[in-house]
């Protein structure tokens, strides 16, 4: 069975960069038949997709966080990581790393990470 | 801000049937994107509960149903157990800005 599991800073001060990894295990990350998100979650709030990676290195952002988004993904270490630079306040939440099956419209996440939290505070 | 609306809570006694609706508009589930709906318990990471709109994972019991009409989408739990009480989320894609996959308000389900 595939699961994720979340890495990275818990603590990120004021206008730096947040960096957290997930790593694949139990499955391929190479499979065309998925893509690699991540979603998160302030404190007692709802969730927010951030953007996905396919297996070939695309990636799609979400529009109101694009400007300071960027996501990479390293197949020989089954990895894929997320950086959020100049981060405020606003940014603090548990992220999840998350596999979206690709066979809806869209399709749906269906395995999760258990999720990092990361706080912005200086 | 979410684009999806569903009622902040919803309760029921152990048994009952209840429902939550997840409201969207017409460059989301009223363009034709499937739905999903997700449950997440306490401290917990979510689980697809519903996807596609009406299908079931294995291992989810059947007395979880989701449907959609027009603009709109809902979940429904019958004999409602104790068990059942958790945050939900109804999921689609919306084709405005760009495109973006979002999630609903959420709803905190009630067991009384």
């Known amino acids: ?122 | 801000q979410s684009v999806l609306t569903q009622p902040p809570s919803v309760s029921g006694a152990p048994g009952q049937r209840v429902t939550i609706s997840c409201t969207g508009s017409s460059s989301n589930i009223g363009a034709g994107y499937d739905v999903h709906w997700y449950q997440q318990l306490p401290g917990k990471a979510p689980k697809v509960l519903i996807y596609g709109n009406v299908n079931r994972p294995s291992g989810v019991p059947d007395r979880f149903s989701g449907s959609k009409s027009d603009t709109s989408a809902s979940l429904a739990i019958t004999g409602l157990q104790a068990e059942d009480e958790a945050d939900y989320y109804c999921q689609s894609y919306d084709k405005r800005l760009g495109g973006c996959y979002v999630f609903g308000t959420g709803t905190k389900v009630t067991v009384l």
């Open chain 1, 1 to 122: 069975q595939l699961q994720l599991e979340e890495s990275g800073s818990g603590l990120v001060r004021p206008t730096d960069t947040l960096s957290v990894t997930c790593t694949v295990s139990g499955g391929s990350i190479s499979s065309d038949n998925y893509s690699w998100s991540w979603i998160r979650q302030p404190p007692g709030e709802g969730l927010e997709w951030i953007g996905f990676i396919f297996h070939t290195g695309s990636t799609y952002y979400n529009p109101s966080l694009k400007s300071r988004v960027s996501m990479s993904l390293d197949k020989s270490q089954k990895q894929f990581s997320l950086n959020l630079k100049s981060v405020t306040a606003a940014d603090t939440a548990v992220y999840y790393c998350v596999r979206e099956n690709d066979s809806g419209n869209p399709g749906p996440f269906d395995i999760w990470g258990q999720g990092t939290r990361v706080t912005v505070s200086p």
